[in-house]
């Protein structure tokens, strides 16, 4: 095996598959601008490597990814202080859930652990979801003020329906891994002292597989069910600057640093 590190992000390589290892532990995998920027490069690296023929997504220690990172204070800020959320989202995470969805290659996202906000969408953004019985997956977007992002405005419905989207979206309630696999946000559960075996089985099966067949099925489900893929990133990147610069958005990152419930007022 082989291993690429970058700051915040390992590239694992056994035979054909690669796995993309989120190694930021100390944080449940949360998204700072360094992780973004390294998440990037990690995808680019694995779709131009013609060995790589799966790719594997996972995360170090107890979590897959707990979304933004909401004490970085590094990223880009607008004229008036607040965190510049359509520049992030345009320009480095549209990025990578575009090169995952479309990438010629399998891609299996092996949830370790809580799959939140963005790290759900992360997820989402596979070919297949297998998940430990202990995860969960939660669209936490609405408990601090904003709208759901990275592409989960479109991929959950797209896996769960309308009805259940809603309720994820608006709720923000934790989903286990069994009620996710019930709901069809998944493809499987798997008990925790057999997961990387079973996730080692499938990348291998698929790594040996025929590629350029994955390949042509991933451009026809995309060009069926994600042909406005793009319109909806960038409607979600919209309306998340809107949501930034509400009060609520202040008050829901307060609360969450502060350890307390949110006060919304509604504006």
Known sequence: ?????????????????????????????????????????????????????????????????????????????????????????????????????????????????????????????????????????LLAFTNIGLVPDGGSSLFVPERVGFTRAIEMAMLGEKIPAPQALEWNLINQVVADDAFEATVDRLLDRLASGATASYAGIKRQLNAWLFAKMDDQLELEAEIQREMAASDDFVEGVMAFLQKRGANFKGR
């Open 1 to 137: 095996m082989s291993t690429i590190e970058l700051e915040t992000i390992h590239i694992k390589r056994r035979g054909g598959v690669a796995t993309i290892e989120l190694a930021r532990p100390e944080t449940m995998n949360a998204w700072n601008k360094q992780f973004g920027l390294d998440l990037l490069q990690a995808v680019e690296t694995v779709r131009d490597n013609d060995e790589v023929r799966a790719i594997c997504i996972t995360g170090q220690g107890r979590g897959f990814s707990s979304g933004a990172d909401l004490r970085d204070i590094s990223d880009e800020q607008t004229p008036n202080g607040r965190p510049d959320v359509y520049k992030v989202l345009t320009e480095r995470y549209h990025p990578i859930i575009t090169g995952l969805r479309t990438m010629p290659k399998p891609v299996v996202a092996a949830v370790n652990g809580p799959a939140v906000g963005i790290g759900l969408s992360l997820a989402l953004a596979a070919d297949l979801v297998v998940a430990k019985e202990s995860a969960y997956f």
